[in-house]
C-alpha cells in the first residue's frame, strides 16, 4: 500500500542518492504510484 510515510521513505532514499539544493528543478511523472514501482525502492 502506498502511503505517506512510504512516499518521504523514498524521497529520503533518493537524496541520498541525488542530493539537491533549493535552486534546482526536478521533474516529476504523475500519477506517483505508477513511477514509484519502476524505481526499485520499496
Do not use: D, F, I
Given at each position: 500500500m502506498?502511503?505517506?510515510a512510504n512516499l518521504i521513505a523514498n524521497i529520503c532514499q533518493n537524496?541520498?542518492?541525488l542530493p539537491q539544493t533549493t535552486a534546482?528543478?526536478?521533474p516529476?511523472?504523475?500519477p506517483f504510484f505508477h513511477d514509484s514501482g519502476s524505481?526499485?525502492?520499496h
Open positions: 502506498l502511503t505517506h537524496e541520498q542518492v534546482e528543478t526536478v516529476a511523472v504523475l524505481q526499485g525502492h
